[in-house]
């Protein structure tokens, strides 16, 4: 682990935009951004200096743009259409000085040099279109497409690289990806189905870092230079109905994904910083043939009278590896909102309830711990005794409960992901608001 003494950024950003050009361009949009960020990590501050001392300076480049075109071909459709770019270049090398080994101290420190980023580029060039189209008074068709064409390469490649995968070679491809999304609108109900891929291209990261550990866990990560793109294939329908008094609304989906990209133990690997120390292999990122997703959300809102309303949300989402035969990391659990609304014209009370259920389907190879089940509850008011005075107050997890999310969690130096951080207690606070 490391500390950052210092980090030095300089973002630059210009837009333009032109409104209402004729009938048929309606705006045309222009983005650009560039970024420059000079970053130092050091273990100064951390028990593993007194054995070798390490320094990483990474230098980062991001720029790139938008142009966007918003047409009305004619008066039932709308157009937007475009180009945009995102080219990121790294570079940086770890200093390791190493004062023991085996165990020993040694008369004469070493300095070992290592490449981590390997002077590595990944630029995307897209070109984009989405179409939205009234086929009747109350049938909507969206449609889009979009095409990225993707080069990468590394001008500096280390040899733990080079001994994994062979001599390595600057890569091209293309993808894409496209979505239709057909809604229909009835008298006091709305149903959508939509279809869709979506093409995600392995990061730099997950491209080139090299024997590096990124905060995820104690870990060394190897990156792979032949990863092919992660492709994700949704089905998706969703359901709204208002009543008189009660509004419902649900929506279920299911994922096939293609490729999914994730990092695996491998013991051919040994770790490159402070090797003795566990784990003493690197995870690898690798492609996983295939995986999916499914879940559904709900909401159900009932106006009991025009000052009292009970509205809840439920989701969940269901995901497995089935290469690892194992579930997909980091999902939520069992999820289920109450809140409990009393407005009046100058005062308000809301109690809002959250229930969290047991998390035990996790990945082993992501090393993940099950999380506990845990419901907690806040309290706010206010009053408003003028048109334009506030004064609200509020009490959050009101008994105080002790409890962790699934997904908040701090990394030890350990082979398990088991260090939980807790949330926040009983918390009260208080606020005056008032408009000029």
Do not use: C
């Amino acid at each position: 682990m490391m500390d950052s003494p210092y980090d030095d950024s300089y973002l630059i950003g210009l837009d333009y935009k032109i409104t209402k050009i004729s009938n048929f361009i309606n705006d045309i949009t222009f983005k650009s951004f560039y970024s420059n960020v000079d970053h130092l990590m050091t273990n100064e501050n951390r028990p593993s200096f007194m054995m070798t001392g390490a320094s990483t300076n990474v230098f980062a480049t991001t720029y790139g743009g938008k142009l966007e075109f918003s047409l009305s071909p004619n008066e039932n459709s709308m157009l937007f259409t475009g180009i945009d770019a995102n080219l990121i270049s790294r570079e940086g090398d770890r200093i390791r000085i190493v004062k023991v080994m085996n165990g020993n101290v040694l008369p004469q420190p070493m300095t070992k040099i290592d490449k981590v980023w390997q002077d590595a580029t990944l630029n995307d060039f897209g070109v984009f279109a989405e179409l939205k189209y009234n086929l009747a008074n109350k049938t909507t068709v969206t449609t889009g497409a979009r095409v990225d064409f993707i080069s990468s390469s590394i001008d500096d490649p280390a040899i733990q690289m080079t001994e994994l995968y062979g001599d390595i070679e600057d890569k091209n491809e293309t993808n894409f990806s496209g979505n239709i999304a057909i809604k229909r609108n009835f008298k006091d109900a709305q149903i959508q189905l939509a279809i869709g891929r979506g093409t995600r291209k392995a990061s730099m990261m997950e491209r080139y870092i090299n024997h590096f550990n990124i905060g995820v866990d104690p870990y060394e990560y190897m990156g792979n230079p032949n990863l092919d793109p992660e492709i994700n294939n949704q089905i998706e329908f969703s359901y709204k109905k208002q009543y008189k008094k009660i509004n419902i609304g649900a929506s279920v989906f299911y994922s096939i994904i293609e490729d999914y990209i994730t990092a695996i133990v491998n013991e051919d690997v040994p770790r490159l910083y402070m090797p003795m120390t566990e784990p003493r292999f690197v995870k690898q990122f690798v492609n996983v043939d295939q995986a999916m997703q499914s879940g559904f959300e709900f909401n159900f809102d009932y106006k009991a009278t025009n000052n009292l309303t009970f509205a809840t949300n439920t989701a969940y989402t269901y995901a497995k590896n089935k290469d690892f035969n194992e579930p997909l990391a980091q999902i939520q659990p069992l999820t289920v909102n109450v809140n409990t609304i009393f407005e009046k014209k100058n005062y308000w009370v809301k109690l809002n309830a959250h229930f969290i259920a047991k998390q035990d389907r996790i990945s082993t190879t992501f090393r993940e711990t099950e999380s506990n089940a845990y419901a907690t509850f806040d309290l706010s008011a206010g009053i408003q005794p003028t048109k334009n005075l506030t004064i609200g107050a509020s009490v959050l997890n009101i008994f105080d409960k002790a409890y962790f999310d699934h997904l908040n969690f701090s990394y030890k130096n350990s082979n398990t992901l088991s260090g939980r951080i807790f949330e926040p207690g009983r918390n009260f606070t208080a606020y005056v608001k008032y408009k000029f």
